[in-house]
T-cell receptor
Framework: TQLLEQSPQFLSIQEGENLTVYCNSSSVFSSLQWYRQEPGEGPVLLVTVVTGGEVKKLKRLTFQFGDARKDSSLHITAAQPGDTGLYLCAGANTDKLIFGTGTRLQVFP | EAGVVQSPRYKIIEKKQPVAFWCNPISGHNTLYWYRQNLGQGPELLIRYENEEAVDDSQLPKDRFSAERLKGVDSTLKIQPAELGDSAVYLC???????????????FGAGTRLSVL
């Protein structure tokens, strides 16, 4: 069974702080995706990383895929209240997405 | 262009009652997924359709859950009878092709929140 463990499970910080969310697995994935989900909505794709060691930036968000394509991290610089939500990583193999356990982020003004 | 549409948004039922959820995927998307998401956790795949064929239903509890996608477009997911542990958000998603190709993105609907009392 492929599992994706995210840490931390919960994160509550002040506006302006930096944070990192980790996504770890013992399995290799062809690609890894990060989603953000707000209450009452479905997950929305933020980024897809494909190559081991790949780094992608989306404004204040930096995503990295591990060299062995088993883990990933999401770093947010100067968090804002609008970053609040449930962050999900998801590993893709063939036609299936395996979602991580989720990290709930709360950013206070 | 409309996204993935799900209805109803909320459903409250008593245990042992039947319930059905409906999903209209993005036009042209051949692949449709049903997920179940417990509070604060990641979605778990229940069933995947390629057109009208269910190609992966290994995680679907077949004793009480059923799904159909008769014309390869809309889909319904049914639970009969519902149990207390079925309370969750049921998400539908669609994509235009194989997820192993990074260009193929999975789009999610807003989900149906089910509460079983």
């Amino acid at each position: 069974t492929q599992l994706l463990e995210q840490s931390p499970q919960f994160l509550s910080i002040q506006e302006g702080e930096n944070l990192t969310v980790y996504c770890n697995s013992s399995s290799v994935f062809s690609s890894l995706q990060w989603y953000r989900q707000e209450p009452g909505e479905g997950p929305v794709l933020l980024v897809t990383v494909v190559t081991g060691g790949e780094v992608k930036k989306l404004k204040r968000l930096t995503f990295q895929f591990g060299d062995a394509r088993k883990d990933s991290s999401l770093h947010i610089t100067a968090a804002q209240p609008g970053d609040t939500g449930l962050y999900l990583c998801a590993g893709a193999n063939t036609d299936k997405l395996i979602f991580g356990t989720g990290t709930r982020l709360q950013v206070f003004p | 262009e409309a996204g993935v549409v799900q209805s109803p948004r909320y459903k409250i039922i008593e245990k042992k009652q039947p319930v059905a959820f409906w999903c209209n995927p993005i036009s042209g998307h051949n692949t449709l997924y049903w997920y179940r998401q417990n509070l604060g956790q990641g979605p778990e795949l229940l069933i995947r359709y390629e057109n009208e064929e269910a190609v992966d239903d290994s995680q679907l509890p077949k004793d009480r859950f059923s799904a159909e996608r008769l014309k390869g477009v809309d889909s319904t997911l049914k639970i009969q009878p519902a149990e207390l542990g079925d309370s969750a958000v049921y998400l539908c998603a669609s994509s235009s092709g194989r997820l192993a190709l990074p260009k193929n993105i999975q789009y999610f609907g807003a989900g149906t929140r089910l509460s079983v009392l």
